[in-house]
């Protein structure tokens, strides 16, 4: 049984979610779906048989932060997951390793369970960021998490990495953060979805464009 999360970043809306849900309803497959759409469309995934995450939250639980969102009332509304430190979070709204990892706290504190992305710009960076990355969730034990290695340069571009790539990177989250799920994201679709999901050390999938296609998704969610 694999873990497929998709991410529609701010794609999707009140009608193709309504078709959304009853589509992917009506198969039914092994694996577990977790699909994280924008949180105003939270509230559509009432009759999902599936489970739902948010794509961010804030490091408080309440508080004057206009505009963020408090990871206990995602939970409140139904979350059960929440990706953090996706590279759009790092690179356009210039979240930190540090900022990554109180929300990462917040989130455990609240039973939201953590997505956590990791990855690097350039291939030729990978132990090194990778390691950076990782650094603040190796000062305690962790707590419950899923880690997701998307590598930037494949994200949104139709490029994977290699086999060989995947499995270093997976293996070298696997003999830092242990025995927690550990994802590949960047570029699935319904052609790669189960060979990369056979991969050493490949617990499920983050996919982001293909889980807005409904029947490709359903190909992938069904590997
Ligand atoms: P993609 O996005 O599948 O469209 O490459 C993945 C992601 O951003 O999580």
Redesign the pocket.
């Known amino acids: 049984m694999k873990i497929i999360a998709a991410?529609w970043?701010m794609n999707g809306d009140f009608e193709f979610t309504d078709r959304f849900v009853r589509e992917i309803n009506s198969v039914a497959p092994k694996n577990v779906i977790v699909i994280c759409p924008p949180a105003i469309l939270i509230g559509k995934f009432r009759d999902f048989r599936h489970q739902i995450g948010a794509q961010n939250c804030f490091w408080k639980e309440s508080g004057a932060f206009t505009g963020e969102n408090s990871p206990r009332l995602l939970r409140e509304a139904g979350c059960r997951y929440v990706?953090l430190g996706?590279?759009?979070r790092r690179s356009i709204f210039h979240e930190t390793d540090d900022i990554i990892f109180e929300k990462y706290k917040a989130a455990a504190a609240n039973d939201l369970i953590p997505i956590i992305?990791v990855g690097e710009k350039d291939p030729k960076n990978r132990e090194e960021v990778l390691e950076r990355q990782l650094a603040p969730f190796l000062k305690e034990p962790l707590r419950k998490a899923i880690f997701?290695y998307?590598p930037v340069w494949?994200?949104?571009?139709?490029i994977t990495p290699t086999r060989d790539e995947t499995e270093f990177a997976l293996e070298f989250l696997r003999n830092r953060v242990g025995d927690v799920p550990l994802l590949y994201?960047?570029?699935?679709?319904g052609e790669n979805a189960a060979g990369i999901s056979q991969y050493k050390n490949a617990d499920g999938l983050?996919?982001?464009?293909?889980?807005l296609k409904i029947e490709e998704f359903k190909k992938i969610i069904l590997i």
């Open positions: 991410n970043k990706i996706h590279s759009e992305c997701a998307e494949s994200i949104g571009t139709g994201g960047g570029s699935v679709n983050l996919v982001g464009g293909a889980g």
